[in-house]
């Protein structure tokens, strides 16, 4: 694994923070497959794209308010991980 130098701490926040962003895009976006397309908005392919970039912000949102919690884990274990790999370059 490659060693964490100094000052990667932001790097490594903002890493673990688009994962978490990442990985709620990719929930939300099951929780949205279910729900069926309003006719009245007409549907079709513009507004798939248009909910899957829309899903996607959702997810960076909530990461970027605090998340769920999965970018601090992230970031403890890649730390914990780097400790038992003898620590930073």
Do not use: N
């Amino acid at each position: 694994m490659p060693r964490l130098g100094k000052g990667a701490g932001p790097e490594l926040d903002k890493t673990a923070r688009d994962f978490e962003a990442v990985f709620l895009s990719s929930m939300f976006s099951q929780m949205w497959s279910g729900l069926e397309v309003d006719p009245t908005f007409g549907g079709g392919h513009a507004e798939e794209m248009w909910r899957g970039m829309m899903v996607e912000e959702y997810g960076k949102m909530v990461a970027s308010s605090g998340g769920v919690g999965i970018a601090q884990q992230m970031k403890a274990q890649l730390l914990r991980m780097q400790e038992v790999a003898g620590g930073p370059a």
